[in-house]
T-cell receptor, first 115, second 114 residues
Framework: GAVVSQHPSRVICKSGTSVKIECRSL??????MFWYRQFPKKSLMLMAT?????????EQGVEKDKFLINHASLTLSTLTVTSAHPEDSSFYIC???????????FGPGTRLTVL | EDKVVQSPLSLVVHEGDTVTLNCSYE??????LLWYKQEKKAPTFLFML????IEKKSGRLSSILDKKELFSILNITATQTGDSAVYLC??????????????FGKGTKLSVKP
């Protein structure tokens, strides 16, 4: 149980285009989903926290107009990287949680390459 | 199907105890195994292991990988209450020679009592 999937698993796009990444909780309802970015030294940076039906809370330094997050249902959150640039190339990982007392379950990540 | 299994799922110990957390994996294209500590926000990176039998150490924490038996352990000696956290194991896959997807285990929740 508690499986989280991401789609696509990898995407290559041209600079200036927008890319949407989906995060789904497959067998549970996630009241909260988190979006992370993995950096080359393996650290994970929390980008934003989203609760179903409300606006995402962005971490300091993360541009909310560039990284649009939507959490429209209890099983789906999307991250849209708008006007992507090569420096946005990274691994984007989501996690989902049922309740505040629950652990986070991580997705497999989406590798974004912007040419 | 690629999978990473951590055990135990939760553990309660007293300060000063030594704990061993387990992570086993079955993946098609192994690149590296990573350990993270998650307290509040983002998981904190602890270790990356790519070679079998070489212990990595950082203070009271150490970890080792066995690529033949497909598992890793994370040891914490002389535990402190500040070690209370969820410890995540993740396997990064190889994709065409570069980094592929990360497969996370469900984590081990460690509680250290004073």
């Amino acid at each position: 149980g508690a499986v989280v999937s991401q789609h696509p698993s990898r995407v290559i796009c041209k600079s200036g285009t927008s890319v949407k990444i989906e995060c789904r909780s497959l067998d549970f309802q996630a009241t909260t989903m988190f979006w992370y970015r993995q950096f080359p030294k393996k650290s994970l940076m929390l980008m934003a926290t989203s609760n179903e039906g409300s606006k995402a809370t962005y971490e300091q330094g993360v541009e909310k107009d560039k990284f649009l997050i939507n959490h429209a249902s209890l099983t789906l959150s999307t991250l849209t990287v708008t006007s992507a640039h090569p420096e946005d190339s990274s691994f984007y990982i989501c996690s989902a949680r049922r309740t505040s007392a629950d652990t986070q379950y991580f997705g497999p990540g989406t590798r974004l390459t912007v040419l | 199907e690629d999978k990473v299994v951590q055990s135990p799922l939760s553990l309660v110990v007293h300060e000063g105890d030594t704990v061993t957390l387990n992570c086993s994996y079955e993946v098609t294209n192994f690149r590296s195994l990573l350990w993270y500590k998650q307290e509040k926000k983002a998981p904190t990176f602890l270790f990356m292991l790519t070679s079998s039998g070489i212990e990595k150490k950082s203070g009271r924490l150490s970890s080792i990988l066995d690529k033949k038996e497909l598992f890793s352990i994370l040891n914490i000696t002389a535990t402190q209450t500040g070690d209370s956290a969820v410890y995540l194991c993740a396997v990064q896959l190889n994709y065409g020679g570069s980094q592929g997807n990360l497969i996370f285990g469900k984590g081990t929740k460690l509680s250290v009592k004073p």
